[in-house]
């Protein structure tokens, strides 16, 4: 006689799992837990999305990059306590589920993760892991940084394993453009119709209204960290949809770049950051010798003296406020603010000097000063640069800028020397230029770190140093569509 085999039905499963979530929901609504509601209704959506991440890693790329963008936003209207952690969860999730998919499918290349950006970013987990061992170090201002530890070698490792061909470059153009048109559409809001209600008392409580709330000019930050951190990206958007839309082919997508682009300088005027100027300004002189063109690198110069000379040397449209603010970049020597810069850098020099691994991650600027009075939490560093610097000391700052440069300057020889397809060099010059010009910008702003700004550099960072992978790809499909 044969053990009879029992197997549960699926409509069993799915009902018993549906009475047990709306049961969970009566009782958190009954208890007015609310955040348990939520959590209970959204898991569906998180399952879904979590099955289609080991699918099809990409997926998971697009939403983390949705997520980053328009992480302050959602921490700054829902006052989400602990949401950082939610994000740090998200993206070593992500990672679990790309090792996940490369053993099974075993499709994923890992060749691609021996370069620059991800050697240097597991050198660099090392040395700022090992800050903690600094004797001035603080334990919970270290645990607070942790992202500064992690987000190069991980967000690297998951960029250079995904973008991996020329249509997924373009997917997360799409998303970065639609992305940019709400932050500009946001911007402008809060220029017609003014800051709303959660806005004008962030502004007060951080007392952000001291920068922001000028005599002269009011500086918009769209739903962005601060106007600095607002003005730089779209600063970068300018560069990247404006240079791409040179070389795209398709007439409708090139329209759609200009607009973009157009729409980008738009809200970077009205973000009234000087520093962000020197995004498009970078990225169009590195494209000037990108290009290897006599002609656009003269075309190029000339324009730069031009735009030189009107800003620094006349008083053509004083009267417009964001003119005469952005005019002020180019007159440093009279900007009070830029003065106060310097000697703060002075003083930092000299307290730094005799500490060449810095006061430790966590304990640079201000908005350190809960941690306790010093020197490092006492001085504003706006910039990213000195925020490092006083943090990591000299020897991280220039471990942190071999890292990015010496990735950047490869992604250049590969633009130059070995990408053959002229659509595909056209846009990852375009990246390039972007990159290098919010590098510059980030000696006066310090955004680099921030959201959405960190993300958005290593990603496409990625995407350059995988150049010559996807131009290789990018041919041979060409290649089988003539056959």
């Not at 406020?321 to 952005?326: E, F, K, L, P």
């Not at 850098?345 to 908005?367: A, N």
């Amino acid at each position: 006689m044969g053990i009879k085999e029992h197997s549960i039905s699926p409509f069993v499963v799915t009902s018993s799992v549906f009475i047990i979530g709306l049961a969970v929901i009566t009782c958190s609504l009954l208890s007015g837990a609310w955040y348990i509601f939520v959590i209970v209704c959204l898991f569906p959506l998180f399952l879904i999305m979590a099955v289609q991440t080991l699918k099809a890693p990409f997926v998971g790329v697009c939403l983390l990059f949705t997520f980053n963008y328009f992480f302050i936003p959602w921490y700054r209207y829902t006052q989400g306590s602990g949401l950082s952690v939610w994000y740090d969860v998200a993206t070593v999730l992500l990672l679990v589920a790309l090792l996940i998919h490369s053993y099974y499918q075993g499709k994923l290349p890992w060749k691609y993760a021996r370069n620059i950006l991800t050697i240097g970013g597991c050198v660099w987990g090392i040395y700022t892991a090992a800050e903690i061992l600094n004797p001035t170090a603080l334990t919970e201002a270290w645990i607070y940084s942790r992202g500064t530890i992690y987000s190069t070698l991980v967000m690297s490792l998951i960029g250079v394993l995904t973008m991996t061909s020329y249509k997924r470059l373009r997917v997360i153009m799409l998303l970065l453009s639609i992305f940019t048109l709400t932050a500009v559409a946001k911007a402008v809001y809060q220029k017609y119709a003014g800051f709303d209600e959660i806005e004008t008392t962030m502004l007060i409580e951080t007392e952000m209204y001291r920068t922001h709330l000028l005599s002269d000019v009011t500086r918009y930050f769209s739903f962005f960290t601060d106007a600095g951190n607002f003005g730089s990206n779209m600063g970068f958007a300018t560069i990247l949809f404006g240079i791409s839309a040179i070389f795209v082919k398709e007439r409708s997508i090139r329209i759609y770049y200009t607009i973009i682009a157009m729409c980008a300088i738009y809200a970077l005027f009205i973000s009234g950051t000087r520093g962000a100027l020197f995004v498009p300004i970078g990225g169009i002189i590195l494209f000037t010798f990108l290009s290897k063109n006599i002609k656009l690198m003269g075309a190029t110069i000339f324009f730069g003296l031009f735009f030189y000379v009107f800003f620094a040397h006349t008083y053509i449209g004083e009267g417009n406020t964001s003119i005469r603010r952005m005019r002020t970049a180019f007159r440093p020597t009279e900007d009070a603010s830029y003065m106060v810069r310097k000697e703060n850098q002075k003083r930092l020099g000299e307290y730094l000097k005799g500490r060449p691994f810095g006061e430790g991650l966590g304990l640079g600027g201000v908005e350190a000063m809960k941690y306790g009075n010093r020197l490092t939490t006492l001085i504003p560093h706006d910039s990213f640069y000195v925020k490092l610097w006083m943090e990591t000391g000299i020897v991280g700052l220039m471990l942190y800028l071999a890292i990015y440069v010496s990735a950047l300057l490869r992604g250049c020889y590969l633009i130059m020397f070995r990408i053959k397809n002229d659509e595909l060099r056209g846009m990852l010059t375009a990246i390039a230029c972007g990159i290098f010009g919010m590098m510059v910008s980030a000696y006066g702003n310090a955004f680099f770190g921030q959201f959405p700004t960190g993300f958005i550099i290593i990603l496409f960072l990625s995407v350059l140093l995988n150049g010559e992978h996807i131009n290789q790809l990018l041919t041979k499909q060409i290649e089988h569509k003539k056959k």
